[in-house]
């Protein structure tokens, strides 16, 4: 398969934290789908899961990391703000009056 230039343009680039590989094909719209790598780095570790992601996606930034990393990121910030919620309520200056 002849790749056209701007399939050469999305391979090797960064989108937030997805690296593109490869393309994929095209979705049932005919949108390309890339395979991208996640390299966030969550906890001391590398996330490197491979996820398929359409190229409108990424350049658009409503894709910029994998699900898996989305969620872990938002379960530690809610955890984060309940931990200081839970830990101050008993302090005059929180306390509503």
């Not at 190229?55 to 703000?81: I, M, P, Q, V």
């Amino acid at each position: 398969m002849a790749t056209s230039p701007k399939v050469e343009e999305m391979i090797g680039h960064t989108f937030g934290y997805l690296k593109v590989l490869r393309l994929v094909g095209t979705n049932k719209w005919r949108a390309r789908v890339y395979e991208c790598i996640c390299l966030e780095i969550i906890g001391g570790r590398k996330c490197s899961n491979l996820h398929r992601v359409v190229g409108h996606d990424l350049k658009s930034g409503n894709t910029s990391r994998c699900l898996e990393c989305f969620k872990r990121k938002r379960r530690a910030r809610s955890r984060a703000y309940y931990g200081w919620l839970y830990s101050n309520k008993n302090d005059s200056r929180f306390v509503n009056k």
